[in-house]
């Protein structure tokens, strides 16, 4: 259901880290139903911008709106039933089984005293096996391999039931037949619970084919926000990341992909 | 798909119903506990016949003098070598927890070398004033502790952050200048070298119900407090950034485990001396036996912890008797080779 | 008839006085007995400044200190001894006395199950164990000795305790009129105090100085203590031996036997660079035995008249 009120608003996010400015007068909104795409080269500040957006970090200027709700104002815990995050990397410091890493996902929804309920399990297991990694279940999450696992931190974020699910580099690992299924699982929660998805990428093409909307960073800045086909020509790609590939058009769908 | 078929309603998948497993995993350490004492009881320096050791303890005798050992001599020891198990597992495996540092201990954030310094001092001050100071050396001791424990604090603090590698660096430095001052005391010191080289080492001979009856209360509550932060504790295990997306306030969460657990430890540390190895190795074994959940591991812990020191405490007495050895001395003379063993076994299991 | 009734009153008179006499006897024997008994219960200041109250005679009693076993022995009480430290070696018969380990941490249980009326403590490192005993009903007394005085003050203290007061005294009197002749002696005499050193047979030297047992008896006996000015056992480095140049090296050791003698004296002598020492020179180096100096008891006095010897020997 697209509403004219957007789900997320940044309204003149200015950010530094010490004295380095990463992210400067970042105005964007992101709507209902939308899946984003924020992508630019090293350095643009992608991952910054997502952190902002989650809440990790806090911008020294600027508003952001959740739902229409000043951010600060969120408690953390609800914030977490809200927002999703999927890590681009991540090590657990100790050995939990799969099953136990993605129940966590569960955490901001139980409280300590009445604990979770068969609900809970119920959230979780369908999480994994929406992302067919319930084989994996009674493993130790240090034995398990980079694509496997990037699969239990998206049934993780999955199994924290959010509106909004953030992911960064989620496909960096995945094989290609994964890779199709991740987007396709991932389109699909737009159509139950989650009602935007925000996902940074390194992979052009991988971009334009999951997003509505891409959003292009260039030191720190939004150089142009729009569709795949808008975002995606030679002129950007010669400005914003200094090459000159070739543009073609996707044999079946109507998307712009990058080769060398 | 075949994983699904193999369920059991109750537990759903093969979820563990982790109250359950609680339940049981404490009644059985209550009653480990129990027998581990008993057995404990058994020895020391005097020989008696387990069935008058019964019969001492079902008529609560205190009149003749093998009373007098068992409910005044004995047991306390025993008591408060459980006391002081349970705390320095418990605390050590919530520290582990929160610093996500599988070689974290409880004393890594500068609590007992204040608490050594303290003591030390104040054993100093007996000699040199004359007069007779063993009774306020817990106090001497706690005051120690709190002093490095907020000089720890204090250099860690950025603005309002408490940063976590910050905390442990911080530990460390104060852990090094106060054993500094610690072997500058020792250095100086003649006669009461021998007393302050016991409480390094770790004392329960002077273990007595008025102490138990002092620490009882800050161990149990503060235990409970560590415990309810068990599922916070577990998302702590993912990384600073998860944590914060799955809700939990991280700042506030390590501020309240650093301050319940090094208080904690204060006080049992001011009465029994330091000692060692317990809160490294104990947390170990039992994320070995019941897996790293904080909810169940954490009381694991203190009871594992709490038979651990039991037992080496009757070893204590009863090895060299009458002469006895210093507690901290048996935990590491055991301590050190387990935790090797736990090491070659991680590697060859090839976890981290 | 007058006269069997003479007899009879007579015979009365008789009876009535004997009886008269044996009552008169009980009652006596009665007061000089209680009048043993009426020291008791007694109250008494510790040297930890305690206050004890002694409520009888103590019959068994343990000493946890070799300084105390010597004292009880002196005042004849051994039999009523039943407890011992490791290291009460003297006189022999310590030996049949049942030991209650080291001098610390003091072996609770065992002290406990020796049923004591009185444990006689040095003080110490034992004082962390003494509250433990008292709160369990036991009478501890804690003797302190650091100085001659105190020694002979404890020598009342422990006779007080156990209800013979008079031969505390008598052994009181006794040592002070040995010390009081050695004193007078050194007053009188005109010869110049020798300078003393105490070594020691091991390579790190610690000496006494100002404030210890060794350092007054030697003051005592009319020498003068090289390391006199410093306070309490100190580490001193050989080069300040040298320098100090003293007359006589005393070196206290646990083994009197020959070899050992002449062995101590052969590595003083042999010692680098104090060739030039009046003591070595001269060859007045003395081995002693330790328990004289070191455990505050009765035989300070020997030691004492042992070193008033040595300083006062013919060359």
Same mark, same amino acid.
């Given at each position: ?260 | ?156 603090? *950025? ?30 010191? *003649? ?162 | ?315």
């Amino acid at each position: 259901m697209n509403t004219k009120e957007p789900t997320i608003t940044l309204k003149d996010i200015s950010f530094s880290y010490e004295k380095t400015p990463l992210l400067q007068d970042i105005n964007l909104s992101v709507f209902s139903g939308e899946f984003i795409g924020i992508i630019g080269p090293n350095g643009s500040g992608k991952t910054t911008l997502l952190k902002l957006i989650s809440g990790v970090l806090e911008p020294q200027r600027g508003k952001i709106l959740i739902f229409n709700k000043d951010i600060t104002n969120i408690p953390r815990k609800k914030l977490a039933k809200i927002i999703s995050v999927v890590p681009q990397e991540s090590h657990v410091a100790y050995n939990y089984k799969a099953k136990e890493v993605v129940f966590m996902g569960r955490i901001p929804h139980i409280t300590q005293w009445q604990g979770e309920t068969l609900l809970d399990y119920q959230i979780s297991q369908n999480a994994m096996k929406k992302t067919d990694s319930l084989c994996h279940a009674e493993k130790g999450i240090h034995q398990i391999s980079g694509g496997e696992m990037q699969r239990i931190y998206i049934a993780r974020a999955l199994a924290q039931t959010p509106k909004i699910l953030m992911l960064d580099e989620f496909a960096s690992h995945l094989d290609l037949n994964y890779k199709y299924e991740m987007i396709k699982i991932l389109r699909n929660t737009l159509q139950e619970d989650v009602k935007c998805i925000i996902s940074v990428f390194h992979d052009l093409n991988l971009a334009s084919f999951c997003a509505d909307r891409l959003i292009l960073l260039n030191k720190g800045k939004v150089e142009i926000s729009g569709t795949p086909q808008e975002v995606i020509n030679n002129n950007n790609l010669r400005k914003v990341y200094r090459s000159h590939a070739h543009i073609i058009q996707h044999p079946e769908l109507a998307i712009p992909q990058v080769i060398m | 798909m075949k994983y699904l078929t193999e369920k059991n309603n109750k537990y759903l998948y093969g979820y563990p119903n982790w109250k359950y497993k609680a339940f049981f995993v404490l009644v059985f350490g209550f009653i480990a506990i129990l027998i581990t004492g008993f057995i404990g009881l058994n020895f020391g320096t005097i020989s008696i016949q387990p069935q008058k050791i019964l019969s001492i303890l079902w008529h609560h005798n205190t009149n003749d003098s093998l009373g007098i050992i068992i409910w005044e001599l004995r047991i306390p020891r025993l008591i408060m070598a459980m006391l002081a198990g349970m705390t320095l597992a418990g605390v050590g495996g919530a520290f582990q927890g929160i610093l996500r540092n599988p070689l974290a201990d409880p004393y890594i954030l500068g609590v007992s070398a204040g608490a050594a310094l303290g003591a030390c001092t104040g054993i100093a001050l007996q000699f040199i004033t004359g007069k007779y100071l063993t009774n306020i050396l817990p106090i001497f001791a706690l005051i120690g502790s709190f002093i490095s424990m907020f000089l720890v604090y204090f250099f860690s603090k *950025n603005k309002s952050h408490l940063p976590m590698t910050d905390l442990l660096l911080a530990g460390v430095a104060v852990n090094f200048f106060f054993s500094a001052l610690i072997t500058l005391l020792l250095a100086v010191s *003649n006669r009461e070298l021998h007393s302050m080289i016991f409480w390094l080492m770790g004392d329960l001979s002077n273990s007595s119900w008025q102490k138990i009856s002092i620490i009882f209360l800050p161990v149990f509550a503060g235990s409970f407090l560590l415990i309810f932060s068990s599922l916070e504790l577990n998302a702590m295990a993912l990384g600073e950034e998860e944590a914060l997306h799955l809700g939990i306030q991280t700042e506030k969460l390590r501020l309240r485990i650093f301050v319940i657990g090094s208080v904690m430890i204060a006080i049992v540390v001011s009465f029994t001396g330091l000692i060692g190895f317990v809160g490294l190795v104990i947390p170990h074994i039992a994320r070995l036996i019941v897996g790293p959940d904080h909810r169940i591991m954490l009381p694991v812990s203190a009871l594992i912890g709490a038979i651990f020191l039991i037992l080496c405490d009757t070893i204590a007495r009863t090895v060299l008797a009458p002469t006895e050895i210093p507690i901290g001395a048996i935990t590491a003379i055991i301590g050190a080779p387990l935790f090797i063993h736990l090491l070659k076994r991680r590697n060859e299991n090839n976890e981290y | 008839m007058n006269y069997k009734n003479k007899t009879n009153k007579e015979k009365n008179k008789v009876i009535f006085t004997c009886f008269m006499f044996v009552f008169v006897l009980f009652i006596i024997a009665n007061i000089t007995g209680t009048a043993q008994d009426n020291l008791f219960p007694i109250t008494l200041i510790d040297d930890s400044g305690f206050k004890i109250v002694i409520n009888e005679k103590p019959e068994r009693i343990i000493s946890a200190a070799p300084s105390n076993t010597e004292i009880i022995y002196t005042l004849n009480l051994e039999d009523k001894l039943v407890g011992r430290s490791d290291f009460c070696n003297y006189p022999d018969e310590t030996k049949d006395i049942e030991s209650i380990g080291k001098m610390s941490p003091l072996n609770l249980e065992k002290i406990i199950s020796l049923n004591p009326d009185l444990v006689l403590s040095y003080g110490g490192f034992q004082l962390k164990d003494i509250p433990r005993l008292r709160d369990l009903g036991i009478n501890v007394l804690v003797i302190r000795s650091d100085t001659i005085q105190e020694m002979i003050q404890g020598i009342g203290l422990i006779a007080h305790a156990c209800g013979i007061p008079e031969k505390g005294e008598e052994l009181i009197s006794q040592i002070n009129e040995r010390i009081n002749w050695i004193s007078f002696q050194v007053m009188a005499s005109s010869r110049q105090k020798p300078k003393v050193f105490v070594g020691s047979n091991f390579d790190s030297i610690w000496s006494p100085g100002n404030g210890t047992l060794f350092h007054e008896l030697i003051t005592l006996a009319g020498g003068e203590n090289i390391l006199g000015n410093q306070q309490g056992w100190v580490s001193i480095s050989p080069e300040l031996v040298a320098e100090r140049e003293p007359d006589i090296i005393l070196v206290p050791t646990g083994i009197m036997n020959p070899e050992e003698i002449s062995k101590i004296k052969k590595d003083i002598m042999s010692h680098p660079g104090w060739s030039n020492i009046p003591a070595i020179k001269n060859n007045q180096i003395f081995a002693v035995n330790e328990d004289l100096f070191y455990r505050a008891g009765p035989r300070l006095v020997d030691g004492l008249e042992l070193l008033y010897e040595i300083f006062n020997r013919k060359k």
